[in-house]
């Protein structure tokens, strides 16, 4: 077991080195930087000018050498300055990652706990109306894109109420602070409840035809029992599997719906920063997502390992 | 028969059908048979001639839809099963009636442990401690013999096995106590040696607390050696009943017969090999479209006219042998 932890914890760090430079690169591909764009909006180029403020930012030097300074910034703990505010990129970032990490949590909460028993009562009921209704509600949660919805909610909250609900920076009780994060929270885990409730279904449709469910049923089981005890357990493993991937697919849907509900989180921030390519909010940003990512698949296979006794981690 | 108190099963005219695209088929047409406390009878057939869900019509754990239980009665311990709500069965369920599954490596949760599995049968019917049900499952355990019962308790169906793991079914199945065991092909998917033992665990256990067992199997060696009494099944009918000694003595019915002319005999030394083993010419008749005199006469070799055209009765043959055959006075002249 020591011996996989150590050995995946190494394949996590040649991943994340991986993305590194992957990220890096790309943002360089980009045509134009910060002061490209500085420049073009005052209209006048005076060319040396523009060198002077690409050295101070330090754009003019080899990309391997700007590479270099960042990483070894970065294991140091610099993370370097914004080009647009000029303040420490760390503290840009730090203050915005709760606000994110609250919508994606309850958006995850969300779709787990809707999901998971929507899905078992689909299996358990298949065929019948609910069941079709069910898979109806799941269909079109998993075709709305989440700003479509958020949209909608947004209108539709105009349209009954005459006001819209913004966004609380600092909400005094714990009922506030949920109603700041439920709404965008809801559409964001909208898609994830749809997919969790259809993969927990099939997922629960092929266990429920095993021998050991009529073995549980022959004890004298309740049906409860049978399919939340005895299915679940059983049926959870794809279901762990996708939300985790969808835990990495949230930030996605993230950037959108921070943005339509206004929310000052790290998603909406770093497609401003990307605007501005500003760099080091851009790449740091992006590699803290990465660890993220990466933790989730890690976390994800441990869990396969509580959950199935049958799985074991070893040499 | 017996005296009434000591049966602890009865069932009458069972008539079990599917509803299914290409029509309703009978899987049970009109079965009875009882079981005495303490007695072992052998339900035996081939593939499809309604064996299984004649096991599952008792637990009353027929598939519906498709399936559906649409006459008879089946009387446990003077209870019929048949009126009881699905409430009232569960509590009848792994308490007086329990079933033994023909696979044993599927037949066990896999995401639980063995002890906690058959903890959890004892808690759905007695009203103790989990630390008193933790013991009565270790106590199962060391009863169907498994070494270390409490280590064993603590371990996964998968690191046991496929015999193993029939010893925790079995355990698992009577650790209530029940009345009446159903065991469906309980040895057929264990090694030869296996079997054997399973057997025999079975029947030592079934002695020491008195269950009434009803074994299903296709295999006539495991009937000669376990039963009393044998049902041969044929289309979802019984065709034939009558003690083990009776049947191997003097089968009454084509089918019986031609059951037990297919078991490959071990040539004895000097003797050269049968060159062909004995077989059951045909298949079994669909279900949704039974001949309307006997199922069997397709494929009998002693039909005539009037088997085509009539269903014979169950005739009684003294000593409670039973056939249904309009010939069978014939077969036990060439038997």
């Given at each position: 077991m020591f011996a996989y932890l150590v050995r995946r914890l190494f394949l996590m760090l040649v991943t994340l080195f991986g993305i590194s430079v992957v990220i890096f690169f790309l943002l360089r591909i980009v045509p134009g930087n910060i002061v490209d764009i500085l420049f073009a909006a005052a209209g006048y180029v005076d060319p040396a000018d523009k060198a002077e403020l690409e050295k101070q930012l330090g754009i003019d030097q080899p990309l391997v050498a700007q590479y270099l300074h960042w990483i070894g910034g970065l294991l140091r703990g610099d993370l370097g300055y914004s080009y647009v505010s000029e303040k420490p990129a760390l503290q840009e970032i730090l203050p915005r990652i709760p606000i994110t990490a609250r919508l994606a949590g309850l958006a995850l909460l969300f779709s787990a706990s809707i999901g998971i028993p929507l899905g078992v009562i689909s299996a358990v009921k298949q065929g019948t109306k609910l069941d079709y209704a069910l898979r109806v509600v799941s269909l079109s949660g998993l075709s709305l894109p989440s700003f479509w919805l958020g949209l909608l909610i947004l209108t539709a909250s105009v349209a009954m109420f005459g006001q819209m609900p913004i966004f609380n920076p600092n909400p005094k009780t714990w009922l506030e602070a949920f109603a700041t994060y439920a709404v965008p929270a809801a559409a964001v885990g909208f898609r994830s409840a749809a997919l969790t409730m259809r993969i927990t279904r099939s997922s629960m449709l092929e266990v429920l035809r095993q021998d050991y469910i009529r073995t549980a049923r022959a004890k004298g089981a309740s049906e409860a029992a049978v399919n939340y005890h005895h299915a679940l357990k059983n049926a959870i493993l794809p279901v762990i599997t996708v939300i985790g991937i969808e835990a990495a697919f949230l930030i996605g849907g993230l950037i959108v719906t921070e943005t339509v509900f206004n929310i000052p989180g790290v998603a909406r921030f770093l497609v401003e920063a990307i605007r501005w390519r500003d760099y080091p909010i851009v790449q740091n940003l992006v590699m803290f997502i990465a660890v993220v990512v990466v933790f989730a698949n890690f976390t994800v296979d441990m869990l396969y390992a509580v959950f199935d006794p049958r799985i074991r981690y070893s040499e | 028969m017996a005296d009434k108190s000591d049966l602890v099963l009865e069932v009458k005219n069972l008539k079990t059908v599917f509803f299914t695209n290409s029509g309703l088929f009978k899987a049970v047409d009109d079965l009875s048979f009882s079981v005495k406390r303490g007695e072992t009878l052998a339900i035996v057939g081939e593939s499809g001639c309604g064996k299984s869900v004649t096991a599952l019509s008792l637990m009353r754990l027929v598939p519906d839809p498709p399936g559906r239980i649409v006459g008879g009665s089946v009387s446990l311990e003077g209870t019929d099963l048949l009126a009881l709500d699905e409430t009232q069965m569960r509590r009848v369920r792994g308490n007086r009636i329990s079933m033994i599954f023909q696979e044993p490596m599927t037949s066990?949760?896999?995401?639980?442990?063995i002890g906690d599995q058959i903890v959890e049968a004892v808690r759905l019917h007695r009203n103790i401690s989990a630390k008193q049900a933790q013991n009565i499952a270790v106590e199962m355990l060391r009863l169907v013999r498994i070494p270390e019962p409490a280590r064993r308790a603590r371990e996964y169906p998968h690191q046991l096995s496929g015999g193993m793991r029939q010893r925790a079914m079995i355990a698992m199945a009577l650790a209530c106590r029940p009345a009446l065991l159903i065991a469906d092909e309980?040895?057929?998917?264990?090694d030869v040696t296996i079997q054997a033992q399973i057997l025999a665990l079975m029947l030592d256990l079934q002695k020491e607390l008195g269950t009434g067992l009803v074994l299903i199997t296709h295999d006539l060696g495991v009937v000669a050696q376990t039963a009393q009494r044998v049902i041969v099944m044929y289309a979802g009918r019984k065709v034939e009943e009558a003690s083990v000694e009776a049947l191997f003595a003097s089968p009454k019915h084509p089918y019986t017969r031609g059951l037990m002319a297919s078991i490959p005999a071990v040539p004895a030394s000097g003797v050269p090999a049968q060159a062909r083993l004995n077989e059951i010419p045909g298949t079994v008749p669909s279900l949704v479209r039974l001949p309307k005199g006997c199922a069997f006469a397709p494929r009998c070799k002693l039909a005539i006219k009037r088997c085509e055209a009539e269903y014979p009765p169950l005739a009684d043959w003294g000593g409670g042998h039973l056939a249904a055959c309009w010939r069978a006075e014939e077969v036990a002249e060439v038997a």
């Open positions: - | 066990l949760n896999p995401v639980m442990r309980p040895t057929t998917a264990l």
